[in-house]
């Protein structure tokens, strides 16, 4: 593969990152520095090889225990991958923001989380393009991309968002953060872990692209709707709020 099909494969898996980051960028009224957007970003990035290793490690000791195990066709696999991928993209900002100074207004938490999932995203994105290529050529590789870029992409974002949102939600009940997060993370689990369960019972057929589609549409509505219950309940609360750097140990 030539040095410059590589660079197109590398930009063409970080625009679709890039792209929704600008979107959910627009929904913060306070944006945040621009430096602190691009460390999480990048720490998505640095982070998604751990996911890989977990994932790789699960896939080491199905076969091991069970002879016939197709960790492919396994939705325990599905689930501990989407659990996986939900926990390292939180590990992201909870090393880098999560007791940064900026990190100063409950819709922050949605914002990083966002970012940083956008960030593992687009390694994801660049992986499977170079992988898709070399084996199915480049028409496949391009449907890839744009499936990639409306799918697996949007996927990341509003599942983390959910982690996010919980997240949020420790800066107005900071005695139960340590509950609320982990639901969190369950919960986002779960989302992503029913869209790829989605898509793998469809075996490939147009029709479940749409019902997978419909339902990311439906997910993105729910997190729209929750950036705007944290806008009202920040409001709410503006005299009281404590810094959530400092409720979160």
Same mark, same amino acid.
């Given at each position: ?25 627009? /929904? @913060?009224?306070?944006?945040?520095? /621009? ?50 991928? $939900? ?12 007791? @940064?100074?900026?990190? @100063? ?30 084996? @199915?050529? %480049? ?13 697996? %992409? ?79 309940? $920040? ?10 750097? /400092?409720?979160? $140990?």
């Amino acid at each position: 593969m030539s040095l410059s099909t590589s660079a197109i494969l590398i930009v063409l898996g970080f625009i679709p990152s890039l792209v929704w980051l600008a979107y959910y960028l627009r /929904k @913060d009224i306070r944006p945040e520095p /621009k430096y602190l957007i691009a460390r999480v970003f990048l720490m998505g990035i640095i982070f998604a090889p751990l996911a890989v290793i977990a994932q790789w490690l699960f896939r080491q000791a199905g076969s091991a225990i069970f002879p016939n195990y197709q960790a492919d066709t396994s939705s325990w696999f599905f689930l501990w991958a989407a659990l996986v991928e $939900e926990v390292v993209k939180f590990l992201a900002i909870r090393f880098v923001v999560l007791h @940064d100074p900026e990190f @100063d207004e409950p819709v922050d938490g949605m914002i990083y989380m966002i970012t940083a999932a956008l960030g593992f995203a687009a390694i994801e994105n660049i992986l499977v393009l170079f992988q898709t290529l070399q084996v @199915d050529g %480049t028409s496949i590789a391009i449907q890839i991309w744009i499936l990639r870029f409306i799918g697996a %992409t949007l996927l990341h974002a509003v599942s983390s968002a959910i982690v996010g949102y919980f997240l949020a939600l420790s800066w107005f009940y900071s005695r139960h953060s340590s509950k609320l997060i982990p639901l969190g993370v369950i919960l986002a689990t779960l989302v992503h872990f029913l869209f790829n369960i989605l898509l793998l019972g469809g075996n490939g057929q147009s029709q479940v692209f749409i019902y997978a589609t419909i339902y990311l549409v439906f997910m993105a509505l729910a997190i729209s709707i929750l950036f705007s219950k944290l806008r009202a309940r $920040e409001m709410a609360d503006l005299s009281t709020r404590p810094l959530l750097s /400092k409720q979160i $140990e």
